[in-house]
């Protein structure tokens, strides 16, 4: 458990220097939205596509890949459902809701926890991989699709080329899956750039909470914690069901299944949500919360199952 809450609190760290920047106007008033611009089209493809590369590809394509789809598209469909029957929002925001209850931080949790209590950096591979080829193209090509303005048959056709997480993503798993041997030089610049992407978020999400009250009356406070609720007890549940009685996974894999399903949700959401400028509020409160839930949730999960 210390590795968890090592994890969670150098996390916190971070967000609270991008709060007390975001509060000393460090940058100028809109230094938050260009550090998750720099974030979403340089950092996050560099340290995505050097993941991805070195990445093993026989537990890449494991039955842990076929848990993670079942489990987030089954946590994101309830949202969707609920939105439908209630509160009745519109594709985009519906869009960012099934993210936040389905999409799991893998990088900046997903990874310490991968590491201090899983013992392997791998097995949070497969989350990455469906999350990044499957998940983030279909949710983006949604919120490019219902954002502002006309879309041409010829944006929605070309939209997963134009896209730079969607095509580091590629690249990496393509060098992944063929053995290629690259250099180190060649890796050395996308190591050093991605090195930025998870401070850079982080900073600017610390930077968004300034001058906001999460959770507030009128920002859509029962969406937030049903997609928090969602993430962080139901996602896991649905895990652990389908990897134990579908694929009859066992002792230390059905424990990762399960810990890598209560994950928080992913801050790339939130990214999303400021590039489509859509649910922003909704999508920083839900990433907030889901954090704050998901300590417990590990906590039990561990000692259940480890």
Known sequence: MTGVLTGFAIIGVV???????????????????????LAFFIASPALLFDVLAHADVTLIFSSFISVALIAAVCAGGLFIVVNLLIWRRSVSEATIGALASGYVNANNIGLPVAVYVLGDAQFVAPIMLIQLIVFAPVALAVLDITGPGKVSLTSIVTQPVRNPIIIASAAGVVVAATGIQLPDAVYAPFELIGGAAVPLMLLAFGMSLS???????????????VASLLKTAVMPLIAYTVARFVFGLDGDHLFAATVLAALPSAQ?????????????VFARDAVLLSTVLAVPSLIVIAALLA
């Open 211 to 225: 001058g906001q009250r999460p959770l507030r009356a009128g920002t859509g406070r029962t969406r937030v914690i």
């Open 15 to 37: 967000i609270a220097v991008g709060f007390v920047a975001g509060r000393l106007q460090i940058g100028g008033a809109t230094a938050g939205r260009s550090i998750q611009h």
């Open 268 to 280: 790339n959401v939130f990214n999303y949500a400021t590039r489509f400028e859509t649910g922003e």
